[in-house]
């Protein structure tokens, strides 16, 4: 049967744009609904310009309470039959009640090569430390931060007068790359580390 996914998202989408296009060419999975907490968010559009299903889940609603969110995400994700879901730049910790609730079931893509640089701010940490090599990694989603199983890695050099912006470029463009591909074994049951080169 075909794995319906669901992403989830808060910005520009573009890594949701790679796996949605991805989803269509591999047919393995369908890409059943695009997700944000943000009104505003502009990979939104570019998620119904692809004729995705979308709907927003305004965090802003849900003050102070991170588990009555989790509670109607679980419910938005249960009505639209969602097996699989990928944070795609979801600006939002979810509960270890969610995850439980999913466990297994939830990729995520970090803009370093993990465990390095966990959190924010990640390209700017890399030229601080002065790496030579930093890059990106998808995982499983776990109750801590940015710190289940990694399922894929790319990396990039890190080039002289790179600023946090020329190297986030670079890193995206090879999470566009690495996303699609991992989801794809993952979809497959695979579950060995892929080293992404291109
Ligand atoms: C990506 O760099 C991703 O690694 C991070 O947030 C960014 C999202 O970009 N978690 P986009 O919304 O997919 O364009």
Not at 84 to 101: D, H, K, Q
Not at 169 to 192: A, I, S, T
């Amino acid at each position: 049967m075909t794995k319906r996914v669901a992403i989830l998202i808060s910005g520009a989408g573009s890594n949701m744009v790679q796996l949605v296009k991805s989803m269509r060419a591999d047919c393995l999975a369908h890409c059943a609904l695009v997700l944000s907490n943000v009104r505003e968010a502009k990979g939104l559009a570019r998620a119904r310009s692809l004729s995705v299903v979308t709907t927003t889940l305004d965090h802003k609603s849900y003050t102070n309470n991170r588990e009555a969110y989790d509670i109607a995400l679980h419910n938005i994700l249960l009505d639209h039959k969602i097996d699989v879901i990928c944070l795609a730049g979801f600006m939002r910790i979810l509960t270890p009640f969610f995850i439980s609730l999913w466990a297994n079931k939830i990729l995520n893509i970090h803009p370093s090569l993990l465990p390095k640089y966990k959190g924010l701010k990640t390209h700017q940490r890399v030229l601080d430390a002065g790496e030579k090599e930093t890059g990106c990694s998808v995982h499983l989603v776990t109750e801590k931060l940015d710190a289940g199983a990694v399922l894929g890695y790319a990396s990039v050099k890190v080039l002289r007068g790179d600023t946090a912006d020329t190297l986030a470029d670079r890193v995206l463009e090879k999470e566009h790359k690495l996303y699609p591909l991992v989801l794809q074994r993952f979809l497959q049951g695979e579950m060995d580390l892929l080293v992404f080169n291109d």
